[in-house]
């Protein structure tokens, strides 16, 4: 029994005793599950641990991977010992999830990945020594901006760098992200570890998200206190992080504060988060408003606004070429399989076309 802890401690708040009471099952305890392993949750509340399954009913109506439990979700259960029946999502404050890809036959599907629920604030966490990116940042700050979850991005290993080129990093996010919070940190030197632990507040929910190697492992271990999670070297032939973090995990910090350690992810691929896009775009939306035609695309039709501010200096190219990027990504996956079947048809013909013509000139 954890007679001291308080279901308030784990983030339940009045939003999901809100929507436990709508759904009128007071026969049911709340838990909140904290990882899951094949199938199985381990969940928690003021009552204890459990491991539970979901029933065979859910799983007959789920018609996605977001009907089914993930880290961070608040379910109600009953209890069975130190086992659960898992009956009910409760309604998510916040969701973060990812577009991959996924082998079905010959094509290739989109495939949603739930990365975590009922956030509060995320990390996004890059280091110095790997694959450094503006537009990776983004990509994070999209989804993020679409569920309206408080960003916050950490520079970490800054000890492997100058403080010319750390001048010059910072110089480039400040100016692509005004009004972002940035942290540098480094676990050589403890460096940004007090200002990091005074964004963790009780009872909140905090992500870590970023690559394999970038560091959300070992940051997390310093907040707890304890080498709790297994960390790797950086493998010196591909200069990737291992993968050692292989699922999510629900962490308890001594100041109250709720942690999610994440697998590293090298493609963030974008879902239906138009929102997102929109909002942390809102220049080139601003500058769409006064295009010739009313469903510019931005990319070579004349009249354009956003085109005429990339070209006269007003408007970064670099940020341009990504909105355009992740808005092909979101129109794609929002297509229905048919309109996806269509273009993949349209384009093979391109394609083939293509090889005809270079043929005649052979």
Known sequence: ?????????????????????EMNLDSFSVARITSEHRGAYELINQNGRFLGKITGKQMFNASSREDYPAVGDWVLIEELGDQAVIHRILPRKTLIKRKHGDRDGVRKRAEVQIIGTNIDVAFIVESIDR??????????LAILEDQGIKPVIIL????????????????????????????????????????????????????????????????????????????????????????VTTSREMYFLKNGGIVIDNPGMRE????????????????????????????????????????????????????????I??????????????????????????????????????
């Open 1 to 21: 029994m954890l007679s001291e802890l308080k279901i308030e401690d784990l983030g339940y708040d009045e939003f999901f005793e809100s929507k436990r009471k």
């Open 156 to 243: 970490n290993k800054i000890d492997l760098a100058s403080q010319e080129d750390l001048n010059y990093i910072m110089s480039g996010i400040k100016k692509r992200f005004k009004d972002i919070d940035v942290i540098l940190t480094s676990i050589i030197n403890e460096q940004g570890l007090d200002e990091l632990k005074y964004y963790i507040e009780k009872g909140k929910t905090y992500c870590f998200l970023g690559s394999s190697g970038v560091g959300k492992s070992s940051l997390i271990n310093k907040l707890i206190g304890k080498d709790i999670i297994k960390t790797g070297e950086i493998s010196e032939y591909s200069n990737r992080g291992k993968h």
């Open 268 to 323: 963030i691929g974008m879902t239906d988060v138009n929102v997102g896009i929109d909002n942390l775009f809102d220049e080139i939306i601003e500058l769409g408003k006064d295009c010739k035609y009313n469903d510019c695309t931005h990319t070579n039709e004349s009249g354009c606004e956003v085109l005429k501010a990339l070209e006269e200096g007003r408007l970064d190219k670099d940020k341009y070429n990504n909105y």
């Open 325 to 362: 990027s992740l808005r092909k990504e979101v129109d794609y996956y929002e297509m229905s399989d048919i309109e996806k079947r269509e273009k993949e048809r349209d384009f093979g013909k391109f394609i083939n076309r293509a090889k005809k013509d270079l043929k005649k000139y052979e």
């Open 131 to 140: 694959d450094y990116s503006l537009n990776r940042f983004e990509r994070y």
